[in-house]
């Protein structure tokens, strides 16, 4: 089986709604004075390496419990994305 979750995690990172999701999320869940437009590229990318508990994204690919991880957060996105529809 072949996953490419270490591509969609380098696309998601570039994704601007993606990086005002963990904005949001920062003030949301841990009271962070974060404004809108504070995390940077790659600011998200280190944020899913931390949350998958790897080293390089490409550890997704390989990684069945970072994988799982990692779909968990995109579905949480796709979620707060469906709400949110002018974040898109």
């Not at 504070?38 to 997704?60: F, L, M, P, Y």
Request: proline share 2%; with cysteine; hydrophobic share 35%.
């Amino acid at each position: 089986m072949s996953n490419h979750h270490a591509r969609a995690a380098g696309i998601l990172c570039r994704d601007s709604a993606f990086r005002l999701y963990l904005d949001q999320r920062a003030r949301a869940k841990f009271g962070a004075d974060v404004p809108d437009g504070t995390h940077t590229e790659q600011d998200a990318g280190d944020w899913i390496r931390k949350a998958c508990k790897v080293n390089s994204r490409a550890d997704i690919d390989t990684n069945p419990q970072a994988a799982a991880t990692f779909r968990l957060i995109q579905n949480r996105f796709n979620r707060w994305r469906a709400r949110n529809k002018e974040a898109s």
